[in-house]
């Protein structure tokens, strides 16, 4: 296991409201990614970060935005959410570019 | 983006069967993974093939990156109820990292007794 703690691991909040989703990982990981799994859909890509301050968007990071101060801890804010943004968000960390991912166990949130 | 067809969606099998699956893609991939997701858990990395034709085994589990690279197949032997999950594939594009990830949309594996 590659010591990857997400929280909070259940929300509910209120369409409009902002909400942080965080990534602690242990195993000092370069690369952290943030998915969101629907159903239909599998995985998809939000953001992901190759290091401290260095992020980039994935396939649909439009609502999303992330920050990464620090090796270990890679943060999701949804400034304003949706209800298209209730989904369960996984965190995952690799050591190397490969596909060969370390997952979190999920957020899920929920947007009324 | 690129697609990833995962195939069957689902499937119901008896204790004791062996288990087909397959992904096939419209993209050539360098890379195909296989994963399972545990109901309430993120996925976790069964296989990993790294070259047209391989074929690599993990325990019941058996798969091979296909020699055309736009699809590859996983197998169990033997099911067993802790093999229920969904298992996905994912494909790894040219470029070589894991923003280049794509993924199936699974396959639920039910197990009877």
């Known amino acids: 296991d590659a010591g990857i703690t997400q929280s909070p691991r259940h929300k509910v909040t209120e369409t409009g409201t902002p909400v942080t989703l965080r990534c602690h990982q242990t195993?000092?990981?370069?690369?952290m990614y943030w998915y969101r799994q629907d159903p239909g859909h599998g995985l998809r890509l939000i953001h992901y970060?190759?290091?401290?301050?260095?992020?980039d968007k994935g396939e649909v990071s439009d609502g999303y935005s992330v920050s990464r101060s620090k090796t270990e801890d890679f943060l999701l804010t949804l400034e304003s959410a949706t209800s298209s943004q209730t989904s369960v968000y996984f965190c995952?960390?690799?050591?190397?570019?490969?596909?060969?991912?370390?997952f979190g166990e999920g957020s899920r949130l929920t947007v009324l | 983006g690129q697609q990833l067809n995962q195939s069957p969606q689902s499937m119901f099998i008896q204790e004791g069967e062996d288990v087909s699956m397959n992904c096939t893609s419209s993209?050539?991939?360098?890379?195909w993974l296989w994963y399972k997701q545990d109901p309430g858990e993120g996925p976790v990395l069964l296989i990993a093939?790294?070259?047209?034709?391989e074929l690599t085994s993990n325990g019941r589990l058996t798969a091979q990156f296909g020699i055309t690279r736009k699809d590859s197949f996983l197998n169990i032997s033997a099911s067993i109820p802790s093999d229920v999950g969904i298992y996905f594939c994912?494909?790894?594009?040219?470029?070589?990292?894991?923003?280049?990830?794509?993924f199936g949309t699974g396959t639920r594996l039910q197990v009877t007794l």
């Open positions: 093939l790294y070259k047209a034709g």
């Open positions: 993209s050539i991939f360098n890379t």
């Open positions: 994912a494909g790894q594009g040219v470029s070589g990292t894991a923003s280049k990830l794509t």
């Open positions: 195993e000092n990981h370069r690369y």
């Open positions: 970060s190759y290091g401290v301050k260095d992020t």
């Open positions: 995952a960390t690799t050591g190397t570019q490969g596909g060969e991912l370390f």
